[in-house]
């Protein structure tokens, strides 16, 4: 199976500053198959991204993504205070679909 | 509005049963494959199962292969997953989950919609 590993696994912020999340696979993922998903506490994901660049249905612009083969990126170009959470890798071009272990996202 | 609502979880010992429910609303049901995912506490998500629209052909992980069986009832829109000889490390919340595409390709998409979750406890 495909194992994907996000960095950083936590990630200090403020609000209005510009963040990267990084999502790499340890083959490459078939026809740019990766998706991110935003969680809150208490909450289920929410799928943000999916087709490593395409935002989902509601998904401001200021979410953006892309990437190919093993590596990605999750950027969030002005942070709001609901943007801190914790996000998730999820590739599903390849069974079984795996997700990454997470990075939060804190102020 | 679409709406994913799981039942069923709760305190099992190991070796136990437990049969989770997912009661899908607002989009048709009949034409998405649907999925369980599981999140342990403090850990990723970890897909469990898969069943398609067309023809309820059904995959699993590795993990639970043999164990559970995912199954649904297009005519009262809900999807099961039984879970037998339960295990401490099945232990974490269950999400209903909805592919995104449908057709033949089902499989190969991310989940668009997720239930709330319940909570799976398996522990003496």
């Known amino acids: 199976e495909i194992v994907l590993t996000q960095s950083p696994g936590t990630l200090f912020m403020s609000p209005g500053e510009r963040a990267t999340l990084s999502c790499r696979a340890s083959?490459?993922?078939?026809?740019?198959?990766l998706a991110w998903y935003q969680q809150k506490l208490g909450q289920a994901p929410r799928l943000l991204i999916y087709g490593a660049s395409r935002r989902a249905t509601g998904i401001p612009d200021r979410f953006s993504a892309g990437g190919s083969g093993t590596d990605f990126t999750l950027t969030v170009s002005r942070l709001e205070p609901e943007d801190f959470a914790v996000y998730f890798c999820q590739q599903y071009g390849s069974s079984p679909p795996t997700f990454g272990q997470g990075t939060k996202l804190e102020f | 509005e679409v709406q994913l609502v799981e039942s069923g979880g709760g305190l099992v010992q190991p070796g136990g049963s437990l049969r989770l429910s997912c009661a899908a609303s607002?989009?048709?049901?009949?034409?998405?494959?649907m999925g369980w995912v599981r999140q342990a506490p403090g850990k990723g998500p970890e897909w469990v199962s898969g069943i398609s629209h067309r023809d309820a052909s059904t995959n699993y992980a590795d993990s639970v292969r043999g164990r559970f069986t995912i199954s649904r009832d297009n005519s009262k829109k809900t999807l099961f997953l039984q879970m037998n000889s339960l295990r401490v490390e099945d232990t974490a919340v269950y999400y209903c989950a909805k592919y995104g595409g449908s057709g033949f390709t089902w499989v190969l998409n991310p989940f668009d919609m997720w239930g709330q979750g319940t909570l799976v406890s398996v522990s003496s």
């Open positions: 083959r490459s993922v078939s026809i740019s198959s």
């Open positions: 607002g989009f048709t049901f009949s034409s998405y494959g």
